[in-house]
């Protein structure tokens, strides 16, 4: 199996970037972790902060992946082609966010992602991804 994380903008900074929402470990070092959690799994991982790059990997690996994993970030909010790409691929993608959008500001609470994903983990923390690959084992 071989599944695709993929992290939007400001993702790279977790680890120092609003701990008290993000946490305080950076995704590198837990990537290592869910390498380490689900070592029958191909996982692999990429980050932009630019929203053509993300949908570059999604055309790129969404044909030939198992699943992807996405944290828009911001462009959750925003980003109707990454909506178009997403429907226009093949492999199922789930959308995680670390902190509960719902409960946050008000722009936050709309996802124009969320309704051509196959499902959503929010507001577990970093622990969401954990969530979403074993989705993909029980699917």
Known sequence: ???????????????????????????????????????????????????????????????????????????????IALADTIRAISSPVIEVHISNTFAREAFRQHSFISPVCKGIVVGFGIKGYELAVSSFLTS
């Open 1 to 79: 199996m071989r599944i695709l994380i993929l992290n939007g903008p400001n993702l790279n900074l977790l680890g120092s970037r609003e701990p008290a929402i993000y946490g305080q470990i950076s995704f590198d070092n837990y990537f290592e972790h869910l390498q380490a959690t689900f070592p029958q799994i191909e996982l692999s991982y990429f980050q932009s902060n630019i929203e053509g790059e993300l949908i570059d990997k999604l055309q790129q690996f969404g044909f030939e992946y198992d699943g992807i994993i996405l944290n828009a970030g911001a462009y959750t909010h925003t980003s």
